[in-house]
């Protein structure tokens, strides 16, 4: 099969590799049909070699099942279906108690990941496949799983009708986040530095408001947006290590008895002026949020298909710009250079 595979720090090349096989009963395999350039890809794209070199990477994805292994039975062969790319151990502490979004040991381990999105075929478990309805498109599919860290926010920092809710940060994760803040019935008021994705925010999404904090003060705009005394959350969703340095904003324009959610990866290396006494005395709370796993009963990526399905995200929209697996390194060029092409959600297609 034909795979993106990383050569040489920012360029790819198609390449054929052996195909993935079914080695475990309850194993699927999927054709992928679309995939979507997340942020952590880009980031892993300009590294240096040999950091990733040879690996197929990618995690966003959706397709067809066309062989299914003999414990199967969730899917069968020709079912379209959107992909939890996340593969947990299934052993550890965290998994055994059904936490496995955070299990110390997903990913690439002993061949179990779903996780190789930017090539033709992926194997891995059936239960991380989500049929989806024949109405839902691909690349819609593939972005499934950004929505995914959303739904899990809004369950995280218990996010609810009629509250203010600060996103900083209007990426593909912001906007995700903005979206369902929307459906669970709360106001966005979401923050970035540039003016395109915040024009998205209001007039296709639906921002309450938006705040471009390069042209006015953004503490000052929230405390007038909520009379004086701050958001009920402020989520951060800046990526690319750089997102605590926002935290000390964050802990400005939260009210008393509060929400930080804190979803853009941050820094290691942390020095900053945070008002920790505000979030001492006022009882704010700090959350981190990473990945999704279920809400309640039910799966936190199959809430994210159902709401697909009945029409309730913004998915399509989101979507800006779409290229042939072929054109891999002119997909990762526009997706990285979003003030130059108004790119939002770049997706492969194969
Ligand atoms: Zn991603
Ligand atoms: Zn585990």
């Given at each position: 099969?034909?795979?993106a595979?990383?050569?040489?720090?920012g360029?790819?090349?198609?390449?054929e590799?052996?195909?993935?096989?079914?080695?475990?009963?309850d194993y699927v395999?999927?054709?992928?049909?679309?995939?979507?350039?997340?942020?952590?890809?880009?980031?892993r794209?300009?590294?240096p070699?040999?950091a990733?070199?040879g690996?197929?990477?990618?995690?966003?994805?959706?397709?067809d099942i066309?062989?299914?292994g003999k414990?199967?039975?969730?899917v069968?062969?020709?079912?379209?279906?959107?992909?939890?790319?996340?593969?947990?151990?299934?052993?550890?502490y965290?998994?055994?108690?059904?936490?496995?979004h955070?299990?110390?040991?997903?990913g690439?381990?002993?061949?179990?990941?779903f996780?190789r999105?930017?090539?033709?075929?992926v194997?891995g478990?059936?239960?991380?496949?989500f049929?989806?309805p024949?109405?839902v498109?691909?690349?819609e599919?593939?972005?499934?799983?950004?929505?995914?860290t959303?739904?899990?926010?809004?369950?995280?920092?218990?996010?609810h009708?009629n509250?203010?809710v600060?996103?900083?940060?209007a990426?593909?994760?912001?906007?995700?986040?903005?979206d369902?803040?929307?459906?669970?019935?709360a106001?966005?008021i979401?923050?970035?530095?540039?003016?395109?994705?915040l024009e998205?925010?209001?007039?296709?999404?639906?921002?309450?408001?938006?705040?471009?904090?390069?042209k006015?003060d953004?503490?000052?705009?929230v405390?007038?947006?909520?009379?004086?005394r701050?958001?009920?959350?402020v989520?951060?969703?800046?990526?690319g290590?750089?997102?605590?340095f926002?935290?000390?904003?964050?802990?400005?324009?939260v009210?008393?008895?509060?929400?930080?959610g804190m979803?853009?990866m941050?820094s290691?290396?942390?020095?900053?002026h945070?008002?920790?006494?505000?979030?001492q005395?006022?009882e704010?709370?700090?959350?981190?949020?990473?990945?999704f796993?279920?809400?309640?009963?039910?799966?936190?990526?199959q809430?994210?298909?159902?709401?697909?399905?009945?029409g309730?995200?913004?998915?399509?929209e989101?979507i800006?710009h779409?290229?042939?697996?072929?054109?891999?390194n002119?997909?990762?060029?526009?997706?990285?250079?979003?003030?130059g092409?108004?790119?939002i959600?770049?997706?492969?297609?194969?």
């Open positions: 099969m034909k795979a595979v990383k050569t040489a720090e360029d790819f090349e198609i390449k590799v052996p195909m993935p096989e079914i080695t475990r009963p395999l999927v054709k992928i049909r679309s995939a979507g350039v997340c942020g952590s890809d880009l980031h794209w300009k590294v070699v040999p990733s070199v690996r197929i990477s990618g995690h966003e994805l959706a397709g066309v062989a299914v414990d199967v039975t969730n069968k062969v020709g079912d379209r279906v959107g992909v939890d790319s996340v593969v947990p151990c299934g052993e550890c965290w998994c055994k108690v059904g936490q496995y955070i299990c110390p040991y997903k690439d381990i002993r061949g179990k990941t996780a999105a930017f090539c033709e075929y194997a478990p059936s239960s991380h496949v049929p989806i024949d109405h498109g691909y690349g599919a593939a972005i499934m799983d950004v929505y995914g959303s739904v899990h926010a809004i369950n995280r920092l218990d996010i009708m509250q203010k600060v996103v900083i940060g990426g593909p994760i912001g906007l995700s986040l903005l369902l803040v929307n459906v669970a019935g106001d966005g979401i923050i970035d530095i540039i003016d395109h994705p998205f925010a209001k007039n296709t999404i639906g921002a309450y408001a938006t705040i471009n904090s390069k006015e953004p503490v000052a705009k405390m007038e947006l909520t009379d004086g701050g958001a009920d959350v989520v951060d969703c800046v990526g290590g750089a997102s605590a926002l935290l000390p904003q964050a802990v400005e324009m009210r008393r008895k509060g929400i930080i979803v853009g941050p290691t290396d942390l020095n900053l945070v008002d920790w006494r505000k979030l005395m006022g704010v709370d700090l959350i981190g949020v990473s990945g796993y279920h809400w309640g009963n039910d799966r936190e990526f809430i994210v298909t159902d709401l697909l399905s009945k309730k995200l913004h998915a399509t989101m800006t779409r290229f042939p697996l072929e054109k891999i002119e997909a990762f060029t526009v997706a990285a250079d979003k003030q092409t108004n790119s959600k770049v997706v492969l297609d194969s």
